[in-house]
């Protein structure tokens, strides 16, 4: 049966009190703040079980306060901070990324970039998913992606400089996702693992492009794009970048939807595309209404 976590609370309470008061002549203080730690530790999991969130985050982070300020033990605290996170995230989102943000500077000082990078992987998805916090978001799936990239770990940084690009080109900075997109799939264009997903990366940093408005700079890319893959010529998603295009020099916003309604019919658009699709039609029809 577990036990009652504001018992074992009142327990950490009373260890901490005897640990930090009066004097120690025979040594010991070490191993009674030691077991306050394990008390508050024990009495956070209880918490946990019972489902009360918050409360076992806070009393996780006693445990950590007390092994960085009194234990000099950075590594069991960074780890304790995870441990808080994983309950604040389920109810506390801002807590959560507090936490983390303190343990992932913790790997970072100890130069454990791959644990960082996790950790910040997870830090991201909170800003992104519980707190709707695009931008830092954004940043810190870069930082995640550069510490991947550090530890020569390509695969895992070209999946967040990926959320960058896609994140990126969502907040209209075309430019910025033309670049993260680019940049995976030269890194992937000779990979036989990656390399299928290539035309898929192009796809998108032409629609960024496109969606700048710049039809020079666009047919451009296209032709680079071609030397940089030359089978992505023979491929639909390139035909549907030509065309569009063309739609888009020619003012066709009839010919615009039908290529995309004729693209979707074999390969379904996702939801980035179809955003992102729209604003490029609606740029065709304010360029008409210009027009006229």
């Keep these: 049966m577990t036990q009652d976590p504001r018992v074992l609370l009142q327990k950490a309470d009373k260890a901490l009190s005897g640990a930090s008061g ?3 002549w025979f040594g010991g203080r070490t191993e009674k703040y030691e077991n306050a730690a394990d008390l508050y530790t024990q009495a956070a999991n209880a918490f946990r079980v019972q489902k009360m969130n918050k409360e076992a985050g806070q009393t996780f982070e006693k445990a950590a306060s007390i092994q960085t300020q009194n234990l000099n033990e950075p590594d069991d605290a960074a780890n304790t901070l995870q441990e808080a996170f994983k309950v604040y995230r389920k109810s506390d989102p801002e807590d959560a990324a507090r936490v983390l943000s303190s343990a992932i500077q913790h790997y970072v000082l100890r130069g454990n970039l791959r644990r960082a990078a996790t950790q910040q992987q997870y830090l991201a998805e909170v800003y992104e998913v519980e707190l709707g916090d695009m931008k830092k978001a954004l940043d810190s799936y870069e930082k995640a992606a550069e510490w991947f990239e550090g530890d020569n770990a ?9 959320k960058v690009a896609d994140l990126s080109a969502l ?4 430019y910025k996702a033309i670049t993260n997109y680019e940049r995976i799939a ?3 264009v000779n990979n036989n693992l990656m ?3 290539v035309k898929d990366y192009l796809l998108k ?5 496109l969606a700048t408005k710049d039809l020079v700079e666009t047919n451009r890319a296209l032709e680079s794009y071609r030397e940089l893959d030359p089978t992505f010529a023979s491929t639909r998603e390139h035909q549907l970048l030509v065309d569009l295009t063309q739609a888009v020099e020619g003012g066709d ?3 615009f939807a039908d290529k995309l309604f004729q693209f979707d019919q074999l390969s379904k658009l996702d939801k980035w595309k179809t955003a992102l699709l729209l604003r490029i039609k609606n740029n065709i029809e304010e360029a008409e209404e210009d027009f006229s």
């Design 253 to 255: 916003q009839e010919g």
């Design 171 to 174: 907040d209209n900075d075309y």
């Design 186 to 188: 030269r890194s992937s």
């Design 154 to 162: 390509e695969a895992l940084a070209n999946k967040h400089f990926l």
């Design 205 to 209: 940093a032409g629609i960024c492009h």
């Design 22 to 24: 009066g004097f120690s």
């Design 195 to 197: 390399k299928w997903s």
